[in-house]
């Protein structure tokens, strides 16, 4: 906490290296834009040809703020989980909300071949996935608080997020089996993840969102360093771990169920990206590690959907196979590469 | 030692955990008086409920009845935050931050202080350099917490408790897996800081002559009897300090000041200096060597400068330069006998 000096140079080096990656986001895509006359049309308002302009204003910048807050809500609220179940694996996944989420899109789309009724007309528009991936996340959020309050201990929430990810997952593949293939393609084009489907409306939904579920992470911030030292420790400098638990679980809830109702699943940013912020900062220091996180999350996931667009090609992959594929060989690097536990 | 306060009071305080309105007793019958300025140990077997005393006085795990006195004002009065500017705790548990230095470590007992940022005043950062500077952990101040031996965190945790600043310090075996003189080291740190900080320590601990060398009261727990507590000097007089050795193997010895094996003491004629005789007559203690085992007669002469064992029975004097090799001819002649 005296690293102050430091601790600021990186935060700007990351801001810098994030708006980098913005302009370089806003500049791949399958059709080809000179960075030059993005600047220029940004800066002006006019581009020299008008699809470009719809191109870059109404797809482009609208994809790399939903990068950009995706991120952010995925990175704080895995550092959140990390921190309070003191385990290094704990993320958005573990809890079982994005499962939960991913339930509530699940019963939308194919429910209704399974069980013979539709929700929504069986409309299966934007609205309607994020409302139903909503419910579903507050849902799961709901059992988890409810299991929050009956059990003290807080491996056992994790475990029985676990399991509750494990429940989901099964009726999920339950759901599956009984749909015909055109809605099982529709929900398997969501659980790859989309950062692209927003208009200006609901990115102004999902900032909010996004806002309201930092705020208990920012009145807790005192809270979660004294975490460090396990809860009875904290609990004797005078931390309320019943208050803490709640405010994680709404804002974790918050943060990941609303990410994934807009964006569809998007794994490892929660889990990885904390321990990049770690690595790189070198602090336990929460008040440099939530914005580091947040920064790191958005400067990845803009990274990765830079990635998904496969420059110099009209395809693009599923955001979720790319977080996947950078995620993964990075958390066994991270094992690998020292104790797991120690880094932590 | 001027100005002792009486902090802490309890009262036929009974311990233990309610679970509807089933109620599990851990520990009756407890009373006791915690002073400022003095280093009080908590003594007594496993399981005899030690921890939930000490949860019983951080506000844990309220008692089931009885009297808690923190300052004359109910314990249960307290909210967590001032319960937290008050009293400080050194637990068992291991820190997994292995990221935190040491600094920001003892900063971290600032926590209750602090605003909602934990942001240090020049007031604060004092107060942690001179925790600090109290446990001799100077040097350590930048080091990470991976990189601390065991004694050396153990100093650092009460240095964040110390940090902390409250009237009472309550530590749960704070000398477990240590070495000799670190052991030593921690208790006498915790006296010095009881008597020149004027706070009231209350340490769990096993190591009875450490104990009995730094205490100023003993608390002594057993199974289904009530506390014990007293000057530990007191204690040894009265012979309450085998209430600790539920066993009819061992005797607190009030000559050696140390804990012993109930055995019929080896009627061996030993002569000699007499520091060093009971070293002779513990070696063969142990390997079981006496007049009645033997069924015969033998002396042992021990002879200084340089240090050397004569042997004398039936079949004459022999000399031997080590205790191994005297045990060895005394072993070797009795099978030849029997």
Known sequence: MDKGGSSTILIVAGLVLTLTLFVLNISIGSVYIPVGEIFQGLWSGEFSRSSWETIINTYRIPKAFTAILAGIGLSISGLQMQTFFRNPLAGPFVLGISSGAGLGVAILVMAGSAFGFTFFGGGVGIWATIISATVGAISVLLLMSLTAWKVKDSMTLLIVGLMFGSATSAIISVLAYFSDAEQLKTFTIWSMGSLGSMDYGQLQVFLLAILIGVIPVIVFLKSFNAMLLGETYAESMGVNIHRLRWAMIISTGILAGATTAFCGPIAFIGIAVPHIARLVFKTSDHRILFPASAIIGAAVLLLCDAVSQMPSSAQTLPINSVTSLIGAPMVIWLILRRNFSKEF | ?338
């Open chain 2, 1 to 338: 030692m001027s100005n002792l306060k009486t902090i802490l009071q309890a009262k036929d305080l009974k311990l233990g955990y309610r679970k509807g309105p089933k109620e599990t007793v851990v520990a009756e019958n407890i009373s006791f008086e915690l002073k400022t300025g003095e280093l009080t140990c908590l003594l007594g077997p496993n399981g005899v409920g030690k921890s939930t005393v000490l949860k019983a006085i951080h506000g844990q795990n309220p008692p089931l009845e009885g009297s808690l006195l923190f300052e004359g004002k109910p314990l249960s009065s307290f909210d967590q935050t001032d319960l937290a500017r008050k009293i400080s705790v050194v637990l068992t548990e291991k820190i997994t931050s292995a990221n935190l230095t040491v600094g920001q470590l003892v900063a971290l007992g600032r926590t209750p202080h602090t605003g909602w940022l934990g942001r240090l005043n020049p007031t604060d950062k004092e107060i942690v350099e001179n925790a600090i500077k109290a446990t001799n952990t100077e040097y350590l101040h930048d080091r990470r917490l991976s990189e601390l031996s065991d004694g050396q965190l153990q100093k650092v945790m009460i240095a964040r408790a110390l940090a902390q600043d409250g009237e009472l310090m309550i530590l749960d075996e704070p000398t477990a897996h240590l070495d000799l003189v670190n052991r030593y080291e921690i208790m006498h740190l915790l006296r010095q800081i009881a008597q020149t900080r004027n706070k009231a320590i209350l340490v769990v601990t096993h190591d009875l002559d450490i104990a009995l060398e730094t205490a100023d009261q003993f608390w002594i727990m057993q199974c289904g009897a009530p506390l014990i507590t007293g000057l530990p000097e007191e204690l040894v007089l009265q012979d309450k300090i085998d209430q600790l050795l539920q066993s009819d193997q061992l005797y607190f010895s009030l000559v050696s000041g140390k804990v012993q094996i109930k055995a019929p003491s080896p009627s061996i004629d030993v002569k000699g200096p007499a520091h060093l005789i009971q070293w002779v007559n513990s070696a063969l203690k142990k390997k079981n060597i006496s007049t009645q085992t033997l069924n015969r007669h033998f002396s042992i002469q021990i002879l200084e400068a340089p240090l050397r064992y004569e042997v004398t029975d039936s079949s004459g004097k022999t000399m031997h330069s080590s205790l191994t090799e005297m045990i060895e001819h005394i072993q070797k002649s009795k099978s030849s006998i029997i």
